[in-house]
């Protein structure tokens, strides 16, 4: 049986569940969102209290599969996959989140993949490319826009911050899980999201932050969503993705999430975009297609009769 080449993008099965994360992905924001908006539940905790229980269904998932527990720089490599993915990145995004609109928070996020390509250079897991460099620069330009739309709405330049920070953490976490031995995925997102959530749990204090249990009907469906498809499903997923393609390459989902996320934020959340956000948009969108997709896809041409 033929495995698919990393960053080929030639397994059907890779590529579907690339496209199921990518909806998946673009509605976390908008659950997040609801979150925020009702005030039942603090950013922080929100987040932790979703972790705990993705965790527990990743640990009873791996103990029916049998997934070995990792030792040594596996183990090492999978504690800073949770530190860096899931406690640092959900942490910023969740506290960004409670002033950015969710549509604004996607495009921010959008600059992930060239994020990743950048990192993979400074660990030498990538090769550099002039591409890159230009595109880095568009990128940077986009973002600029974007931030100056936000800041014209009123949105606090922390929270964009924030988000923009909260992206560079999950690209070093994509590097991390790329240079320590392979984990099985299940054990990988066990030991991840309780390092992730424990890591959340310990900043609480810091920000006065308090154990609460939602009342509506509305938080919790949005965490439930959070939880089995925004965290385990998506997960799941990406470890699958990431195990077939480079980070780069994975990583094209903070491209195409972003605009499931604004589709569904005008939809469900009533956002209004200007025409300074959209132009901005479209700016960072060509930035990371130009600095990282094209050399990614360059990298690995198709082969004949694929």
Not at 24 to 38: E, L, P, Q
Not at 171 to 185: D, T
Request: hydrophobic share 60%; with cysteine.
């Amino acid at each position: 049986m033929r495995t698919a080449e990393a960053g080929s993008g030639t397994d059907p099965s890779t590529i579907a569940a690339f496209l199921v994360m990518v909806v998946a992905v673009g509605g976390n924001v908008i659950g997040i969102k609801y979150i925020a908006r009702a005030g039942e539940l603090d950013p922080l905790w929100a987040a932790a209290s979703r972790f705990l229980l993705a965790a527990a269904i990743f640990a009873i998932a791996a103990r029916a599969m049998r997934a070995p527990l990792p030792r040594g720089r596996a183990f090492v490599g999978a504690v800073l996959y949770g530190t860096l993915s899931i406690g640092a990145f959900f942490g910023l995004a969740y506290w960004g989140l409670q002033r950015a609109p969710a549509g604004l928070a996607g495009v921010f996020l959008a600059t992930g993949p060239l994020l990743t390509f950048l990192f993979a250079l400074a660990h030498r897991q990538e090769q550099f490319s002039w591409d890159s460099m230009i595109g880095a620069i568009i990128v940077v330009a986009g973002t600029a826009i974007v931030y100056n739309a936000g800041r014209d709405e009123g949105v606090p330049a922390a929270s964009l911050l924030a988000i923009l920070a909260a992206s560079a953490c999950a690209a070093e976490g994509a590097i991390v899980v790329k240079g320590f031995p392979p984990v099985h995925p299940a054990m990988r997102n066990t030991i991840g999201m309780a390092v992730g959530a424990a890591f959340l749990l310990v900043l609480m204090p810091f920000f006065d932050e308090s154990v609460s249990i939602p009342n509506t009907a509305t938080t919790w469906a949005a965490q439930v969503y959070l939880v089995l498809i925004g965290s385990v499903a998506v997960f799941a997923l990406y470890l699958f993705i990431l195990s077939r393609w480079t980070a780069s390459s994975a990583s094209y989902e903070f491209v195409l999430a972003p605009i499931v996320g604004v589709v569904l934020a005008v939809w469900l959340l009533d956002e209004q975009v200007s025409g300074r956000f959209i132009a901005g948009s479209v700016v960072v969108l060509a930035g990371v297609y130009l600095g990282a997709i094209r050399p990614a896809r360059a990298k690995h041409p198709r082969r004949a009769g694929e």
